[in-house]
């Protein structure tokens, strides 16, 4: 019985080592999969202004402002404030990754699954974003559905 037991936890072991060195790599899992929601490409977005959609961004620090902006090259001109209500719970692990983005903005970014709103925001000052209405848009987050601390 020991061995069996012994021989499972060296197993399970393995096994999360494995799917962390993936991880660790820089081989990144799927977007869920939601039943009552599509995927919608990031540049995609302002086709649907004002209504609730399920994406993947990058929250990075760029061009002296922080942003939301698609993954690689991909239309690099869209880029949103990200705007967490003041009624949303996030969990801590999420708020740690968030602290450890902002005091290390040079080598480490955010890849966020998130619902919400995208809209028009011609005006950062008036949100308390303080990017002078550099970035067109901003995204009001619902949920964060999944979040992976990258590194540059």
């Known amino acids: 019985m020991n061995k069996i037991l012994i021989t499972l936890t060296l ?11 993936q991880h660790k790599n820089g081989i990144r899992f799927p977007p869920p999969v939601l039943e009552f929601q599509p995927l ?3 540049c995609d977005l302002p086709k649907q202004k ?16 922080w942003n939301l902006h698609s993954e690689g090259n991909k239309c ?13 719970l996030l ?8 602290k450890w ?4 903005p040079k080598s480490r970014f955010l890849i966020v699954d998130i619902i919400g709103f ?9 949100h308390g974003i303080g990017n002078m209405g550099a970035n067109k848009y901003r995204f009001i987050v619902k949920n964060v559905l999944a979040f992976y601390l990258e590194t540059r």
């Not at 690099?76 to 949303?88: G, S, V």
């Not at 995208?118 to 008036?126: A, I, N, Q, Y």
Request: with cysteine; net charge negative.
């Open 76 to 88: 690099r001109a869209i880029m949103a404030n990200m705007f967490l209500t003041d009624e949303q």
């Open 50 to 65: 004002n209504e609730l959609v399920y994406t993947r961004a990058v929250y990075s620090y760029s061009d002296s402002r």
């Open 118 to 126: 995208f809209e028009d925001d011609l005006s950062g000052w008036e």
């Open 101 to 104: 983005v902002h005091q290390d």
């Open 11 to 21: 197993f399970l072991l393995l096994l999360c080592k494995t799917t962390f060195a």
């Open 91 to 98: 969990k801590p692990d999420f708020l740690k990754a968030l």
């Open 40 to 42: 919608t490409e990031f």
